[in-house]
């Protein structure tokens, strides 16, 4: 069984690097399994900031493509978890 790789993206102004980061998750697109989106919100403002999960399908090396076309962005952090199975 392959390893489940899981992607964190925290994104700071979501509004000025939210074409950016969906351009390299659209390149990746069949590589990424589940994708789940998280900001504050409230009836008084949105955050600018966020955190974008992805369980990716594939192996490590696609997982570092992903995860180096991200952090390449400005203001794109990345950060991985790899629950490896026997």
């Known amino acids: 069984m392959e390893a489940h790789i899981i ?3 925290h994104v700071t102004d979501r509004a000025k690097k ?3 980061v969906q351009a390299v998750l659209t390149e990746y ?6 994708r789940i989106g ?3 919100v409230s ?3 949105c955050s600018t900031n966020g955190i974008i ?7 490590r090396a696609v997982a570092d493509e992903i995860a ?3 952090s390449a962005i400005d203001g794109i952090e ?4 790899v629950f490896e199975h026997e």
């Open 68 to 70: 180096g076309k991200l």
């Open 38 to 40: 998280l900001h504050e």
């Open 29 to 34: 697109g069949c590589s990424i399994k589940t």
């Open 78 to 81: 990345v950060q991985q978890m």
């Open 43 to 45: 009836e008084q403002s």
């Open 7 to 9: 992607l964190g993206i």
């Open 18 to 20: 939210a074409g950016d």
């Open 53 to 59: 999960l992805l369980e990716i399908f594939g192996d």
